[in-house]
């Protein structure tokens, strides 16, 4: 099955900074590629997603960039405020026409006032 | 996200019981999940079911049981099989088939005492 690995687990900018979050995964079949963020006790909310037909997609400070030869994925964040302080999870569908997600593990950014 | 509805929010368990956690969407979405998330962890596929009458086993499946009986009704029962659940479980819906946006509910708490 899919395994998708995320890094840092940790990320701390100061404020107005960007904040980049990388993933890569294992199933060259997987087509879609969703981002995710969580705030304390909180339901996982999409932030945005990318398919396998586009290599970067924008929307305001947030972009998502994929690379499916290398199979990874980047979330970027730029102008960072303390609002973006969350965990942001990245996912990679099952490819193969399987449904579910596969998640990161998370990674918690702390934005620095 | 907002026609997910789980319930209870939090919920008390003691050793030996099963419990069941309700989740139901007015979306009308095709296909719906179950996922369990551990402090510091990802989320982990538990069930999904893409139709009524029919669901799959997810990566961590052993020790709960689902039944998709009604299109908008989702209930996950955590059995006395399951050695450690306390965790916050997370139920979501999608349109399905690989590649839809998956959305999820507010989540469940479950604490064994």
């Known amino acids: 099955g899919e395994n998708v690995e995320q890094h840092p687990s940790t990320l701390s900018v100061q404020e107005g900074d960007s904040a980049v979050i990388k993933c890569t995964y294992s199933?060259?079949?997987?087509?879609?590629f969703p981002w995710y963020k969580q705030e304390l006790g909180k339901r996982p909310q999409l932030i945005i997603d990318?398919?396998?037909?586009?290599g970067e997609k924008k929307d305001q400070r947030i972009a998502v960039t994929l690379n499916k030869t290398a199979k990874h994925f980047s979330l970027h964040i730029t102008e960072t405020q303390p609002e973006d302080s969350a965990v942001y999870f990245c996912?990679?569908?099952?490819?193969?026409?399987?449904?579910?997600?596969?998640f990161g593990k998370g990674t918690h950014l702390i934005i620095q006032p | 996200d907002g026609g997910i509805t789980q319930s209870p929010k939090y919920l008390f368990r003691k050793e030996g019981q099963n419990v069941t956690l309700s989740c139901e969407q007015n979306?009308?979405?095709?296909?719906m999940y179950w996922y369990r998330q551990d402090p510091g962890q990802g989320l982990r596929l538990i069930y999904y079911?893409?139709?009524?009458?029919?669901?799959q086993k997810g990566d961590i499946a052993e020790g709960y049981s689902v039944s998709r009986e009604k299109k908008e009704s989702f209930p996950l029962t955590v059995t006395s099989a399951q050695k450690n659940p306390t965790a916050f479980y997370l139920c979501?819906?999608?349109?399905?088939?690989?590649?839809?946006?998956?959305?999820f509910g507010e989540g469940s708490w479950l604490t064994v005492v």
């Open positions: 979501a819906s999608s349109m399905g088939r690989a590649g839809n946006t998956i959305y």
């Open positions: 990318i398919r396998s037909n586009v």
């Open positions: 979306l009308n979405h095709d296909a």
């Open positions: 079911s893409q139709i009524v009458n029919d669901f």
């Open positions: 199933d060259s079949a997987s087509n879609y």
């Open positions: 996912a990679a569908d099952q490819g193969g026409g399987a449904d579910g997600l596969t």
